[in-house]
């Protein structure tokens, strides 16, 4: 598969085009960012790290019956990917509150949500992605209500699926974002599942082991990311 140009540079991946308009290469750089691209710092082995770890669960999620845009790994750094219509939102699911839910609510953190939350955020970082609900989404035509029900239906089985991996990791998988896009008319999982996009605590220290280590200058970052993954089985 032949990388052309990039289409898209985000704040830790880039797109490629490729020979295959079917197909895109997703490059994970060593970028790391935070609070809106405030902070932004290059921690080494990051984007190796990140793409394995993306791809691991990936393929744990399509075992199961998710249907997800990777295909295959390429590098220590790119993924082929296939080419999907992104939906402008993104899921986030909760399973114990910390983070911008706390802040919104005064919700004390670590208090278990049973059952979980689900929240749709749309996706413009000038606007700091605000939350949205499904009347906005069908209003402003971002989704169709089928497509709504069926990104809801598909998080919640993927809360399932990976609550019960890091679980047996000694893991708390405290919450997560998804985003979702079509290919030839079928929604699927796109963009990235790493600790980038979700939080994971240690279950019986609650050490946090994700990207709040970087917001929060708790340091050790991509060795909380790296201890997540050997936890798992996933290979670096």
């Known amino acids: 598969m032949e990388k052309k140009q990039e289409l898209y540079h985000g704040k830790a991946k880039s797109v490629y085009e490729t020979d295959d308009s079917n197909h895109y290469i997703m490059l994970f750089r060593d970028d790391t960012s935070a609070f809106d691209g405030k902070i932004i710092k290059q921690l080494e082995r990051k984007g190796r790290t990140n793409n394995r770890f993306n791809f691991f669960i990936m393929k744990k999620l399509e075992a199961a019956g998710i249907p997800v845009h990777v295909e295959e790994l ?9 080419k999907l219509k992104m939906l402008p939102v993104e899921c986030v699911v909760r399973n114990v509150a910390a983070g911008s839910i706390c802040k919104r609510l ?8 049973n059952p979980p939350t689900f929240e749709f955020f749309y996706k413009d970082d000038s606007l700091h992605d605000p939350m949205v609900n499904d009347s906005h989404i069908i209003s402003f035509g971002w989704g169709t209500q089928e497509q709504i029900d069926e990104m809801k239906a598909l998080s919640f089985k993927i809360n399932d699926v990976l609550k019960a991996l890091f679980d047996e990791a000694g893991l708390i998988l405290v919450d997560y974002k998804l985003e979702f896009g079509l290919y030839e008319g079928k929604l699927m999982l796109g963009d990235e599942f790493s600790p980038d996009g979700c939080r994971l605590w240690d279950k019986e220290t609650r050490k946090k082991l994700d990207k709040d280590r970087f917001r929060q200058g708790l340091g050790e970052v991509i060795e909380g990311y790296e201890e997540v993954a050997r936890r798992i089985g996933c290979p670096l």
């Not at 390429?74 to 296939?82: A, I, R, Y």
């Open 74 to 82: 390429l590098s220590d750094t790119e993924c082929l990917v296939k």
């Open 106 to 113: 005064g919700v004390e953190e670590g208090k278990d949500l």
